[in-house]
């Protein structure tokens, strides 16, 4: 409800020097747009225009080097599409992409409900113990990409660790073999971003109401049977969010490759993030990346689109 | 509980933070090792000659210090990068801070832009960055602004605005509406209120959503890698630097990761009650 109220005039009341000035200052309507309008203004110049010239430039053949401004590039249509479509490096990075998405987040969830779980109870140093747990997700990407790079050196820890107390007669060349490579990826994510989950699932937890477990508990439920049928029913609706707002965070995986492996060897750990990079920003080829930048920009909004819609039926 | 289960549970919670805290232990520990130490088999925790050559050469990279200067001298010293993160970061979380309060206000009193507009600037956190670097590459070349400090403070306030809209939607949607309603009866405009009553009470909030922002502008990596080169260069991409240019030199490596992640590690821990507001856009209350 807005605040609609016609102000009594102010008794004694200094009086305003440009009076019809105040009163249009203060008139609600142009209040309330005034407070909207620089973050309109922000979301007009960096959102809607840059997405209409990416639109723009994936209909041209335009490449930095060709020495032609963007507006002047020929058209082509929707051959750009078409190369995109058959490129087969896009299509391994999507899979790829996808495919750590789907590993990644499920470990987090997994690994994330259980500490929930484990932190319930109360015990001594419990606080001490969470603020611990949740700071890897304030790092800097490139930083935990640095450390876990470190860490999986030829002859860095992990290597000594499998040697010497697992029983490896040698190290494993980490960053030789594409899945091994891709793994230590996935890894170094589900460091990172395993706190996420636990910190939204055991807030969610936390916030659920007592009396449907208890009345379970008095008619005998065992505590399997609480879990499956009150508990995660309560917190599916947290579930879902925090399961399509991660996965989002994954897809747009770049920062770790980049620094771990840098897509190599090959292109085997290529991420998608990083092969449009490649094409827009080493190899130039702008256009090209921009129709491939409108591909994700739309196909991302119908599975958006699809994801929410179950959500806003429950909510 | 029994004292046994306490105890199982209070060991089982170390277990899990040691294995969450053995990186980043291992990097502090690298960074104060000397080069020798580096990759030394059998691999220690603690350095056996500590040193803190590796954060001085970060800074004066000729300056010849404990051995590893030469290593790093083709390094360019972090100062300017580190210089570029402490006024780009700030500019932009205060401007994305104050543009969010004023949109949330009035999303959150008058229903503006209805419900279209607060989910629209969540597109910005949806797709992924690079899909948005590529336009933005030709237009800001257009603006004369690729590798200048405005142009990242520019981008930065966009793309965390969706952070600081939702996040002060919630704390402004817990201030009761009959305390500004009085003020309007007792003759204040709506400036005032907004700024004599509101703002007042939000203040907590307004500072979590700052420290908050700061994390997401101090640690961004792809759009500095794009749009800077050398004058606004910041934090991250010196990382990457290191990590790509100067090869096996991983003390330093190590002891700029551990420079970068100070400012967001004291940020995050003052914010923990607020976090899980912060990451899902307040979608998830506590």
Redesign the interface.
């Known amino acids: 409800?807005?605040?609609k109220?016609e102000?009594?005039p102010?008794a004694g009341?200094r009086k305003p020097l440009f009076p019809r000035l105040?009163r249009a200052?203060?008139r609600?309507s142009f209040?309330?747009?005034v407070?909207?309008m620089?973050?309109?203004l922000?979301?007009w110049?960096?959102?809607i225009?840059?997405?209409l010239?990416?639109l723009y430039?994936s209909l041209v053949a335009w490449e930095p080097r060709m020495g032609v401004d963007?507006w002047q590039a020929p058209f082509a249509w929707f051959r750009n599409y078409g190369h995109v479509l058959s490129d087969v490096r896009f299509w391994q990075a999507i899979v790829r992409t996808i495919g750590v998405v789907v590993v990644a987040v499920a470990l987090e969830f997994a690994i994330g409900l259980a500490?929930a779980l484990?932190?319930q109870?109360?015990?001594?140093?419990?606080r001490l113990?969470t603020?611990?747990?949740?700071?890897?997700?304030?790092?800097?990407?490139?930083?935990?990409?640095?450390?876990?790079?470190?860490?999986f050196?030829e002859?860095?820890?992990v290597n000594?660790i499998l040697i010497?107390f697992l029983g490896f007669e040698t190290g494993v060349a980490w960053y030789h073999y594409p899945a091994v490579a891709l793994s230590t990826i996935i890894l170094a994510d589900v460091?990172q971003w395993t706190?996420?989950m636990f910190?939204?699932l055991y807030?969610?937890l936390?916030?659920l109401p007592r009396d449907p477990v208890e009345a379970a508990m008095t008619l005998g439920a065992s505590r399997w049977q609480i879990f499956r049928y009150i508990t995660m029913p309560m917190l599916k609706q947290?579930i879902i969010?925090?399961l399509i707002?991660r996965s989002?965070e994954a897809?747009?995986i770049?920062?770790l490759v980049?620094?771990m492996t840098?897509g190599g060897p090959g292109t085997a750990t290529e991420s998608?993030?990083l092969y449009?990079?490649r094409l827009?920003?080493v190899y130039g080829q702008?256009s090209y990346?921009?129709a491939m930048?409108?591909l994700?920009?739309v196909s991302?909004s119908i599975i958006?689109r699809l994801a929410v819609r179950p959500l806003e039926y429950e909510v | 509980?029994t004292l046994i289960g306490?105890a199982s549970?209070?060991l089982?919670?170390?277990a899990?933070?040691l294995v969450?805290?053995?990186?980043?232990v291992?990097?502090l520990s690298?960074s104060f090792k000397p080069p020798q130490e580096w990759?030394a088999?059998?691999?220690t925790i603690i350095p056996v000659e500590p040193t803190t050559s590796n954060y001085i050469v970060l800074f004066q990279p000729g300056n010849p210090v404990g051995g590893v200067a030469a290593m790093v001298s083709s390094a360019e010293p972090v100062t300017q990068a580190l210089i570029n993160s402490l006024i780009i970061a700030p500019i932009a979380t205060a401007a994305s801070v104050?543009?969010?309060f004023?949109?949330a206000?009035?999303?959150s009193?008058?229903?503006?832009?209805g419900t279209f507009?607060p989910f629209?600037?969540l597109?910005?956190?949806?797709?992924?960055?690079?899909?948005?670097?590529?336009?933005?590459?030709?237009?800001y070349r257009m603006l004369g602004l690729i590798d200048t400090q405005l142009g990242l403070i520019?981008?930065y306030?966009?793309?965390t605005?969706a952070f600081s809209?939702w996040m002060m939607k919630g704390f402004i949607d817990g201030v009761p509406?009959h305390i500004?309603?009085a003020a309007?009866?007792d003759?204040a405009?709506?400036?005032r209120?907004?700024f004599t009553i509101t703002l007042p009470l939000v203040r907590g909030g307004l500072a979590a959503t700052a420290l908050f922002v700061f994390?997401l502008n101090?640690?961004e990596?792809?759009f500095a890698?794009?749009f800077t080169s050398r004058e606004a260069i910041t934090?991250?991409v010196q990382?990457?630097h290191y990590?790509?240019a100067v090869g096996r030199f991983?003390g330093p490596?190590?002891a700029l990761?551990i420079v970068?992640?100070i400012p967001?590690?004291v940020?995050?821990?003052l914010i923990?009650r607020h976090?899980?507001t912060g990451?899902?856009f307040g979608?998830?209350?506590?």
């Open positions: 409800m807005a605040i109220v102000r009594p102010v009341g105040v200052l203060n609600e209040f309330q747009n407070l909207a620089p973050m309109q922000l979301l110049f960096l959102l225009i840059p997405t010239i990416v430039l963007w500490l484990f932190f109870r109360d015990f001594l140093g419990k113990f603020a611990v747990i949740l700071y890897p997700m304030m790092l800097p990407w490139v930083v935990v990409g640095l450390a876990f790079y470190l860490l050196l002859k860095g820890l000594y010497h460091w706190p996420f910190l939204i807030s969610g936390g916030a947290v969010i925090a707002i989002l897809f747009k770049f920062d980049f620094i840098g998608l993030s449009i990079y827009g920003f702008l990346a921009a930048a409108v994700i920009l991302i958006i | 509980m306490q549970r209070w089982g919670a170390l899990i933070c969450i805290l053995l990186p980043v291992w990097v690298i990759l088999y059998p691999p104050l543009i969010g004023f949109a206000y009035a999303v009193r008058y229903r503006v832009g507009m629209f600037t597109t910005t956190r949806m797709f992924p960055p690079v899909a948005f670097a590529v336009p933005l590459l030709v237009y520019l981008m306030t966009a793309f605005v809209l509406r500004e309603e309007v009866l003759g405009s709506p400036w209120v907004l994390i101090w640690t990596f792809l890698l794009v934090i991250p990382v990457s990590v790509g991983y490596q190590a990761g970068a992640s967001v590690v940020a995050g821990y923990q976090l899980v990451f899902t979608l998830v209350r506590e």
